[in-house]
């Protein structure tokens, strides 16, 4: 992991979940306050009481976008939901991840911006585990560049 605070720099991560992931992003928040580079923003819910997924992925998805944040973790029941409503917004590449092999990919190769999980399927000794990963884990580069680039063309229906 690229040690951000070395620099004064930090890493910004927003991260938000509905209803169904509220319990787990709690546990995230706590492992994401290990790293002394990493700053994070939670823009909800904060209850039990029933929230619809695409407004946090939106909420969320628009700090990285916007650059607020540099990435953003979205939760809801099995992650499906939000993964693909954050995956609709212009500029995310939202990363479903059930395993820690899972996240180094989705940063390695894919670049990915927004982590998903799913706060009813995963304990929360591996969801840690998974967003230690993510975290860690930097982009590689080279030849995954050119296929992310062909990827995002395909929001627009555009040809690299």
């Not at 029941?77 to 989705?106: E, F, H, P, Q, W």
């Not at 911006?113 to 009813?120: D, F, K, T």
């Not at 591996?126 to 967003?131: F, R, W």
């Amino acid at each position: 992991m690229m040690t951000y605070e070395k620099e004064g720099i930090f890493m910004n991560i927003t991260i938000g979940s509905d209803h169904g992931g509220v319990e787990l992003k709690e546990e995230v928040k706590m492992v994401l306050h290990e790293f002394s580079d990493v700053r994070v923003k939670d823009i909800g819910t904060f209850g039990r009481e029933s929230v619809d997924y695409p407004d946090i992925a939106e909420k969320v998805c628009a700090d990285v976008v916007s650059g607020k944040a540099d990435r953003g973790i979205v939760l809801c029941g099995t992650g499906i939901g939000i993964s693909i409503a954050a995956n609709k917004i212009d500029g995310i590449r939202a990363a479903l991840c059930t395993d820690v092999y899972s996240a180094i990919m989705a940063r390695r190769h894919n670049d990915a911006n927004v982590l998903a999980l799913g706060g009813r399927v995963l304990g929360f000794g591996p969801a840690g585990e998974i967003v230690r990963a993510w975290i860690r884990t930097e982009f590689e580069g080279g030849r995954h560049a050119r296929r992310i680039e062909k990827t995002m063309a395909l929001q627009n229906n555009k040809k690299s």
